[in-house]
């Protein structure tokens, strides 16, 4: 892979239209697979919190929606801008439908996972022993491997476009703002 940092790749908006990356240098990305219709479809609360708390001092937060999962970012790009607003009043950028494993995924995915592997799900949350349960019965090596394992997987990126963090679904909000606060200073 030729990509040495995050501003090497060129992405589509939720319009269509090609983004690059690049126009983020110097800012501190969180980088999250989103869905609609999720058990952590909640956490867009959380993400917009952090957005609103921090958007001001560097923090962008991009969004894209993925339906890998349980098939649980059905729509079109436009209707999930729309859920988005509606119910979350989200402000952040969110961009096309995306794949974040297999065959189909997109680019800057497989270099954000070759980055930053799996972390393990936080032990504290209550969904921890299901996520576990799940996932172990259909691979007992989940844990090994650095696929996206749900949906609200980020990845924390610095400004100098490095993959620093990668946070599966469990982790809160209270335990990305430290992490976020600490590049931004």
Request: charged fraction near 25%; charge should be negative.
């Amino acid at each position: 892979m030729s990509q040495n940092s995050i501003y090497d790749f060129t992405v589509k908006d939720n319009k269509g239209n090609d983004v690059s990356l690049a126009q983020y240098k110097g800012k501190v990305l969180l980088v999250v697979n989103t869905a609609t219709a999720c058990g952590f479809t909640p956490q867009y609360a959380e993400l917009e919190a952090l957005y609103e708390a921090y958007s001001d001092k560097g923090l962008e937060i991009l969004d894209f929606p993925c339906n890998q999962f349980g098939a649980q970012a059905p729509g079109t790009d436009e209707e999930i801008q729309e859920f988005c607003v509606l119910n979350f009043n989200t402000r952040f950028p969110r961009f096309k439908k995306i794949e974040v494993n297999g065959e189909n995924e997109l680019p800057l995915y497989t270099y954000l996972k070759s980055q930053k592997g799996f972390a393990g799900f936080d032990p504290a949350h209550p969904l921890t022993n299901i996520l576990h349960g799940m996932f172990s019965k259909v691979d007992a090596d989940y844990a090994k491997k650095p696929d996206v394992k749900w949906n609200f997987t980020k990845f924390l990126i610095d400004q100098e476009g490095r993959v620093v963090s990668r946070f599966e679904p469990t982790a809160t909000k209270e335990a990305l703002a430290p992490a976020i606060e600490a590049l931004l200073k």
